[in-house]
């Protein structure tokens, strides 16, 4: 299989070019730049046919992908954190269209103050906007991602982000196996449109006014359409494993869980770091284990259950937080588990806001923490910024 | 009744009807006339993008549509941009856009919506150089949100934001000439049109069709419930605004401008003619409308000037 070593913003835009998108519509933001000026180049070097809008804001490169979707293209963008926040009206109206709009969003923190660097804030901001979010842990996750992206969101007519860490992946440069263009147009066949502005003897209105009468019918099919990707993620997943040898069947990636007393749970390129430490904490006789959630939206209810049910404690990681609550994937999953009778205790920490570096050590320390808590049978504080200088 | 062949080919605007009765406009709404030109100029092989404004309410609620043409209503801001979407999609899948045979991509969208919020995306579609058509109905006001005023709401007008009461608090800005900003991008083609005059629309919809590249028309549509106007009088205002010289008919075509003017040798009329059939102006002193009667008169004198040397 070819290899290429490429940036996490490279892996992007090969798997764009690779899933024959026919327009792409965006506007440069750091860390997400190089990803649209490759795609500009593949076109400039006669390797890609693709129509390029380079639009004037990040709502307007949202627009102009949902006007290419409505017409039946395959379309593509890139952005981070205010970039993202920009696009926030114009998400609503891709999923609200039932556009399959595939953007990648690298994760990148809001201001002010101004950072660059590493944040979940940006993309959980989305949560409710009908779109489906993938974390890739690494830079071959990325590329999987906006191939298996595309699939997903053409079978159930929503749109889908992948989310990549600001610089630990999309400046950072690893080997990516990328399959033969033969194969992944297997995989992926060209674009069959729920509908298109293009049949001119029997035109349709999109989008118009929808009255009381109707507009909560559209809602729910919305959510059905969430309910259908679940299904439909585990099987593209499962097939781009049979096709690729790397499987994604699984919602959350599970690792050393079989046996974990406790586990930590996190999402992203973070959850590498968490695997190694998993390792060495294993050699010290911790038996811990990691969940990387990968897909945030649609939620995985059923497989945190089972996950949660077989746990002592879950330490959840997050890299973002809602002011006034707590972090955002914490607070999903104490919300899932509620009404069940898995209760592991649960504590949330939260790490590496704004690109703070998160290291294994950081992780041992909270694993000593957890297993205090365990033992005590008591939570010390239910979150804890971990980073904080006192 | 069925007209004959013969008689239709002689009729200056098209037979054809796609924008159809049971639209929910006001009475004498001009933007509703406006967009049954623009379906009667272009067909059924026209792809219409309206954003928020009274032109998506009027088109009508899901599952009906008063538009014989495929529509995608979009976001407030956005017209501009999702009409360059619209036409790069067109392009990738291999359509021809514009031109005789070709697939018309038209924005319509109303003054807040082109000159306020969204600007900024009709800025970025016309220098980006899009094979598309965007058109401003000049209704002069947010007549959606109930009669606000926008950047094209003339001097001395009420709207429910800038109202008239004891300190006399009317709109006190000039309308913001769209149109100059939008020749400012140097595109190909630009022209004011009137729904007073079907003919002078319908011939720079058909130029605007031919004319590769954007192209933009600002029209003024006359609207009775924001203008408390008398609803049989929307085609005497649009005639009066022209005859006033207060929104005069002109072209820029490749950087020359062109007056449409229907009788051009004659002196503009008062500008009182055009404000006293609307109760928007009521609140006018006599030195605010002699302000915007000496406003409206250098403006004329300017497009004259600039006809005369880019003539
Ligand atoms: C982002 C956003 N802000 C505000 C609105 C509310 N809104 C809907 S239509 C409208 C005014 C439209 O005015 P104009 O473009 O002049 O068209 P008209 O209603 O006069 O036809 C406003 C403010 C909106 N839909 N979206
Ligand atoms: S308010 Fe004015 S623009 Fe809106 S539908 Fe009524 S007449 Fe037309």
């Known amino acids: 299989m070819p290899k290429k070593v490429v940036s996490g913003n490279y892996a992007a835009a090969y798997a764009a070019k690779h899933a024959r998108v026919e327009v792409v519509a965006a506007y440069p933001i750091t860390p997400q730049t190089s990803i649209i000026e490759k795609i500009a180049e593949f076109i400039a070097n006669g390797e890609a046919e693709i129509q390029y809008v380079p639009v004037e804001s990040e709502h307007s490169a949202m627009a102009a992908c949902i006007g290419a979707a409505a017409t039946g293209a395959r379309a593509f963008t890139a952005t981070s954190a205010q970039g993202l926040a920009l696009m926030h009206e114009m998400l609503h109206w891709a999923s609200g269209a039932r556009l399959p709009v595939v953007m990648v969003d690298v994760n990148r923190a809001m201001a002010p103050p101004w950072s660059v660097w590493d944040d979940q804030t940006d993309s959980l901001s989305q949560r409710d906007t009908g779109w489906m979010q993938f974390y890739a842990e690494n830079n071959q996750e990325v590329y999987d991602g906006v191939l298996m992206a595309f699939k997903i969101a053409e079978t159930v007519n929503l749109p889908a982000m992948i989310v990549e860490s600001a610089f630990i992946l999309s400046h950072t440069y690893d080997i990516v196996d990328m399959p033969p263009q033969e194969e992944i147009d297997e995989f992926l066949p060209p674009r069959k449109p729920l509908y298109t502005l293009t049949d001119f003897d029997n035109p349709i209105a999109v989008g118009a006014l929808g009255t009381p009468a109707d507009y909560y019918e559209f809602r729910y099919k919305i959510e059905k359409a969430m309910e259908e990707a679940r299904k439909v993620i585990k099987e593209v997943g499962k097939e781009f494993g049979e096709r690729f040898g790397r499987d994604y069947s699984q919602m959350i990636e599970l690792y050393k869980t079989d046996d974990a007393e406790f586990i930590f749970m996190g999402m992203g390129s973070l959850m590498g770091t968490v695997k190694e430490a998993v390792d060495l904490l294993r050699k010290e006789g911790y038996k811990v284990g990691a969940a990387k959630v990968r897909w945030f939206r649609p939620f995985p209810k059923k497989e945190l259950y089972e996950l949660a049910k077989n746990v002592e404690g879950i330490a959840v990681l997050d890299r973002n937080f809602s002011f006034g609550q707590e972090g955002i994937l914490f607070n999903e999953a104490k919300g899932v588990l509620y009404n069940t009778d898995a209760h592991p205790i649960m504590k949330n920490y939260i790490v590496g806001l704004g690109g703070r570096d998160f290291t294994v050590s950081d992780i041992k320390i909270i694993a000593k923490n957890m297993k205090e808590i365990i033992e005590k049978g008591k939570l010390d504080r239910e979150i804890e910024w971990y980073h904080l200088k006192r | ?311």
């Open chain 2, 1 to 311: 009744m069925e007209i004959p062949e013969n008689v239709k080919k002689r009729l200056s605007i098209p037979f054809e009807e796609n924008f159809f009765a049971g639209h929910t406009a006001c009475q004498g709404c001009g933007a509703a006339l406006g967009l049954r030109y623009v379906l009667k100029a272009y067909g059924k092989k026209t792809i219409l993008a309206i954003p928020a404004c009274c032109s998506t309410i009027i088109a009508g609620p899901w599952p009906y549509s008063a538009i014989n043409a495929n529509l995608f209503h979009t976001a407030f801001e956005t017209t501009g941009a999702v009409i360059s979407g619209i036409e790069a999609a067109l392009k990738a899948k291999g359509y021809k856009v514009k031109g005789e045979d070709g697939v018309m991509v038209v924005g319509w969208a109303g003054d807040g919506g082109t000159a306020d919020i969204g600007l900024q995306a009709l800025s970025g579609f016309l220098e980006r150089g899009h094979d598309a058509l965007y058109i401003m109905y000049d209704n002069e006001a947010y007549m959606n949100t109930g009669i606000q005023r926008s950047s094209s709401t003339p001097y001395g007008a009420w709207t429910t934001n800038t109202p008239g009461g004891k300190k006399h608090f009317v709109e006190k800005r000039h309308k913001k000439k769209v149109i100059d900003i939008v020749i400012a991008h140097k595109i190909p083609y630009a022209a004011t049109a009137s729904i007073a005059f079907p003919e002078d629309f319908i011939r720079k919809l058909k130029k605007a069709q031919k004319i590769p590249g954007p192209s933009f028309i600002q029209l003024f549509a006359p609207c009775p419930t924001g203008w408390r106007s008398p609803t049989d009088k929307s085609i005497e205002l649009a005639r009066l605004a022209v005859q006033t010289a207060y929104f005069p008919l002109f072209e820029y075509e490749n950087g020359k401008y062109k007056i449409n003017m229907p009788n051009p040798k004659k002196e503009p009329k008062p500008i009182e003619e055009f404000l006293k059939l609307q109760g928007r102006f009521k609140y006018m002193t006599k030195e605010d409308i002699q302000i915007l009667q000496e406003w409206v008169l250098k403006e004329w004198e300017e497009l004259k000037k600039k006809a005369e040397i880019f003539g």
